[in-house]
């Protein structure tokens, strides 16, 4: 006879459970039945009795409840993990090819709730962030040794919502030898991640497909500056196709063709990496970290691509509405001089007042909480508003929001309501979410956390 615990749920909740959500809340449950045991599993069933599932308890959580299994399960056990962590192996083996660095496990997504592992080489990184994955440390530990076999395992389990959970913040070497900086490859270009000193396990695998996306985005940008491929007779013999500027001179830079490019919230640099790989004619990196930049010149640097990156060590928010400015008192001199008005040009301008091709908003989430909604969505609609005014016309705004508060349409929305007050008229190219190893699961709203899309952005008064 079975001796865990039993949860009855409440007759009128919303069957969330049965529709794919893996969370119980306090408020569902009527009654429990024996005693359950914080992190230890019980077993989950309607209001008839009838069974719906197996998952571990933490009354001191909101999350009392967390399943594991939809049928009986006597333990998380070795085996146990281990089957899970096959299955999360195959789905990452099918979608993502040789690929050696990438996240393995995925909490829910990967139907072990609390429990993230990224993979850097073979050096995996942990997070636990629930009593139900600590008290089962011991298991799944093994089992990760067992089916990956990795060099070391290095846990990064410092992160507030362990405090919920009843649980102090830690991180440390789990097993074996864990070196602090590692260099993966992603898209093949080159990346040092440092798993220690990094945000959440070292770097973010999510956005993966994202910074591909950006490649159609990177050349045909030539024309704009008068150059244009013409044929020419070559030195062996017969003609070849050259890139000539509007006075016939050949031009000899090999980017001649490529985006100016300005990477905001930058972190490791890897959309630079990206849009340097693509042909890039030169690129902006930004971030207010000077730790970040370090890594970011590194990264740049082991790809080559040092002569065409500058670093700003900036606050985003500022530097895009300095900017402005700038381009703002350089618009109003050209409009005067236009109109014969006479111009003092003994007066320096304050700023520079730049442009680009294409801009990339890639912010830290501006809502952790409900609450904060309303003020994340001001801080979306200043960065995007203030970057389409620095966009060339017919360039393009790549954007993201990894806030789950901050839900697809209501982002959407503030996108466009930043276009209006730009002048500007945008056409989605792109909508994505995050990348084939950060699966979503049905049901589960709390995992559609990221948001990232293209559009290309014109003038209304050029249109």
Not at 68 to 74: F, N, T
Request: hydrophobic residues 40%; contains cysteine.
């Amino acid at each position: 006879m079975c001796s865990q615990a039993k949860v009855w749920l409440n007759k009128g909740r919303r069957p969330r459970l049965e529709e794919g959500h893996p969370w119980i809340y306090a408020n569902e449950i009527a009654k429990t039945e024996g005693e359950a045991t914080p992190g230890q599993l019980v077993e989950v069933c309607d209001h008839r009795g009838l069974m719906l599932g197996t998952g571990y308890w933490n009354p001191a959580s909101q999350m009392t409840v967390r399943i594991v299994a939809y049928g009986p399960l006597e333990s998380m056990d070795v085996a146990f993990f281990r089957n899970r962590f096959e299955r999360a192996a195959s789905h990452r083996t099918r979608f993502l090819g040789e690929e050696t660095s990438c996240r393995l496990v995925y909490g829910e997504a990967d139907f072990l709730p609390g429990l993230v592992v990224d993979r850097f080489n073979d050096v995996l990184v942990v997070q636990v962030l629930t009593l139900g994955m600590e008290v089962a440390k011991d298991a799944w530990l093994q089992a990760l040794i067992e089916v990956f076999k990795p060099m070391g395992i290095y846990e990064r389990s410092d992160v507030g919502v362990r405090t919920l959970e009843g649980l102090e913040e830690r991180t440390g070497i789990l097993y074996g030898e864990c070196p602090r900086l590692i260099e993966i490859v992603e898209n093949g270009l080159k990346v040092q991640v440092d798993i220690e000193g990094g945000q959440k396990t070292g770097y973010f695998f999510d956005q993966r497909e994202n910074r591909a996306a950006i490649k159609p985005l990177v050349k045909g940008w030539g024309a704009r500056s008068g150059i244009k491929l013409q044929e020419r007779e070559s030195d062996e013999g017969g003609t070849r196709l050259v890139p000539v500027n509007a006075n016939g001179s050949e031009v000899s830079f090999p980017y001649w063709d490529g985006a100016t490019v300005l990477e905001c919230f930058a972190h490791t640099g890897s959309f630079t990496l990206h849009a340097c790989d693509y042909g890039a004619k030169k690129v902006t990196c930004l971030d207010i970290s000077e730790h970040a930049l370090q890594t970011a010149r590194h990264n740049v640097e082991i790809n080559g691509f040092t002569e065409r990156v500058e670093f700003v060590a900036a606050d985003a928010f500022e530097y895009l509405r300095q900017q402005v400015a700038g381009r703002d008192e350089r618009q109003v001199r050209a409009n005067a001089k236009a109109s014969g008005t006479k111009v003092d040009t003994s007066k320096p301008l304050a700023i520079e007042g730049r442009t680009w091709d294409i801009i990339i908003l890639d912010p830290p989430a501006f809502a952790k909480t409900k609450r904060a909604v309303e003020g994340a969505c001001r801080g979306y609609k200043d960065i995007n508003l203030q970057a389409m005014k620095l966009l060339n016309e017919g360039g393009y705004l790549v954007t993201a929001s990894c806030s789950y508060h901050v839900r697809p349409e209501l982002f959407l929305e503030t996108i466009q309501e930043a276009a209006k007050d730009a002048g500007k008229i945008i056409r989605r190219i792109d909508w994505r979410g995050a990348g084939k190893d950060h699966p979503q699961l049905a049901g589960v709203e709390e995992g559609h956390y990221l948001k990232f899309g293209i559009f290309e952005v014109r003038s209304r008064k050029e249109l």
